[in-house]
């Protein structure tokens, strides 16, 4: 948020930081199946997000379904969650915020580290992470499990989803 000090000149910059911060500029979900591949976290297993609600800042592209890319250098807020198909096999279930092809540190959540998994699905929410993001980087909500086959993330009420907020200028 823009500190305004006396003196100061508004500028279109300086009042979208004001006006932006704390509200949600993207929305998207994965209305239909998508395999997540048996193993550790891969940008391969990235979500696919094929239903865009909001898209403020124009972000994301369908060229490249499974990206978010920061419009302008400053602190962003991620929020999501997957939904796996049910399974007992393996003992991971999770998802992890990738920034630039990569995992971040603080972006894995793995919430049942146990070895009993429920063969009726699980729903994983990411860990909500502010990121201080550049202009240019693009964000991904990847699923990651280890049942020994592949399974789809379920849809319905069940989609996994991603949001993301502006929390202010760097």
């Known amino acids: 948020m823009t500190t305004w000090l006396a003196g100061m000149r508004m500028t279109a910059d300086r009042l979208n930081d004001t006006d932006l911060s704390g509200n949600v500029v993207f929305l998207a979900r994965r209305g239909t199946a998508q395999s997540i591949t048996s193993g550790a976290d891969s940008s391969s ?9 909001l898209d403020s800042l124009s972000g994301w592209s369908g060229s490249q379904p499974t990206r978010w890319t920061a419009p302008s250098t400053g602190w962003w807020i991620l929020a999501g969650g997957v939904s796996f198909e049910g399974n007992s096999g393996g003992q991971i279930r999770e998802c ?5 092809g990569g995992a971040i540190s603080a972006g894995r959540s793995r919430p049942i580290p146990t070895t009993a998994i429920s063969a009726s699905g699980m729903t994983v929410i ?7 993001l550049n202009a240019g ?20 009420s069940y989609q996994p989803f991603m949001s993301v907020r502006y929390g202010g200028p760097a």
Do not use: C, E, K
Not at 45 to 53: K, L, R, T, Y
Not at 96 to 100: C, I
Not at 137 to 156: E, H, I, K, P, R
């Open 45 to 53: 297993n990235a979500i696919s997000w094929d239903n865009v609600d």
């Open 96 to 100: 992890v915020w990738y920034v630039n």
């Open 126 to 132: 990411a860990r909500t992470v502010p990121r201080l």
């Open 137 to 156: 980087d693009y964000v991904q909500l990847v699923a990651a499990q280890n049942s020994g086959s592949s399974l789809n993330v379920f849809t319905g």
